[in-house]
């Protein structure tokens, strides 16, 4: 019972890791990979998955307080209704189609953020820089 509640503030659930299928992608392929989903001290249900694609543009702007500003390219909700056990792992395949992105150098940055939703709990999440070459 005190696992249970634990996990539902954050303090050993679920975990996840995106792993992409390549380290890094030409513009104008598709971005790919699986979402690695690890249960933690107890069992949890979690009731979907976003991933958010965004650039990520640095530099001055007279517009901004901020030297950096995000911007986002795509976003996809997958809708899984899955419960991982304890210690249990679920690999869940994914794939973006999309045109146009930005090359990766010191001014810009494509990045891939995935969050698995847990009703009644913190949210697990994840940030994976993807390399873009022209």
């Given amino acids: 019972m005190f696992e249970n509640l634990l996990t539902r ?7 996840v890791d995106t ?3 390549q380290a890094s992608y030409r513009t104008e392929d598709r971005i790919s990979g699986v979402i690695e989903v690890t249960g933690g001290d ?5 009731n979907g998955i976003e991933l958010t694609l965004y ?11 901020f030297d950096e500003y995000q911007e986002v390219i795509q976003a996809t909700r997958l ?3 899955l419960t991982v056990g304890k210690g249990e792992t679920i690999d869940i395949p994914f794939e973006f189609s999309v045109s146009g992105l930005v090359v990766s150098d010191d001014g810009h940055s494509v990045k891939l953020h ?5 009703p009644g709990s913190i949210d697990a999440n994840d940030e994976d820089d993807i390399h873009i070459t022209g």
Avoid at 42 to 46: I, K, L
Avoid at 55 to 65: A, C, H, L, P, Q
Avoid at 114 to 118: D, I, N, Y
């Fill in 55 to 65: 650039e990520v543009t640095r530099g001055y702007r007279k517009d901004s307080d």
């Fill in 114 to 118: 995935t969050k698995v939703l847990l």
């Fill in 79 to 81: 809708d899984h209704t």
């Fill in 42 to 46: 107890s069992t949890q249900t979690f």
């Fill in 19 to 21: 792993r992409l299928s």
């Fill in 9 to 15: 503030i954050g303090i050993g659930g679920v975990t």
